[in-house]
C-alpha cells in the first residue's frame, strides 16, 4: 500500500512557476510509477506527467513538453513536478497517483493509489 500527499500548489500569476510536491509512504513506493493528473473544473482529469520507479524515464503531456520537469528523491521519498510558464489554462486540482505499472501510465485508470489534491490557480 501507498499513500500519497500532494503540496506545493497556490496563487501564481501567468508565467510564474510552481514545484510541486508528492510524498509518498509505504515500502512499495521504490517500486512504483508516479503519475501527475489534473482536472479542472467540468473537466475530465487529464495526464500531466510520469516517471518510472528507477527514475529512468519520464514521459510528459504534449501540453507540459517543455514548461515542466518530473523528478523524484528516492531518500526522501517524494516526487516532484517543476512547472514553467504558467498558464490560466493550467489552472486546475493537481493529483499524484501511484501503481506497479509496466509502462509509463498516461491514463487515469490505469493507477490505484491516488493522494487528496493540491489547488494550482493561474491568473491572467
Known amino acids: 500500500q501507498v499513500q500519497l500527499a500532494e503540496s506545493g500548489g497556490g496563487l501564481v500569476q501567468a508565467g510564474g512557476s510552481l514545484r510541486l510536491s508528492c510524498a509518498a509512504s509505504g515500502r512499495a513506493f521504490d517500486y512504483y510509477t508516479i503519475g501527475w493528473f489534473r482536472q479542472a473544473p467540468g473537466r475530465e482529469r487529464e495526464f500531466v506527467a510520469a516517471i518510472s520507479w528507477s527514475g529512468g524515464r519520464t514521459s510528459y503531456a504534449e501540453s507540459m513538453e517543455g514548461r515542466s520537469t518530473i523528478s523524484k528523491d528516492d531518500a526522501k521519498k517524494t516526487v516532484y513536478l517543476q512547472m514553467n510558464s504558467l498558464k490560466p489554462e493550467d489552472t486546475a486540482v493537481y493529483y499524484c497517483?501511484?501503481?506497479?505499472?509496466?509502462?509509463?501510465?498516461?491514463?487515469?485508470?490505469?493507477?490505484?493509489?491516488w493522494g487528496q489534491g493540491t489547488q494550482v490557480s493561474v491568473s491572467s
Open positions: 497517483a501511484a501503481d506497479s505499472l509496466a509502462n509509463m501510465g498516461t491514463r487515469a485508470f490505469e493507477y490505484n493509489y
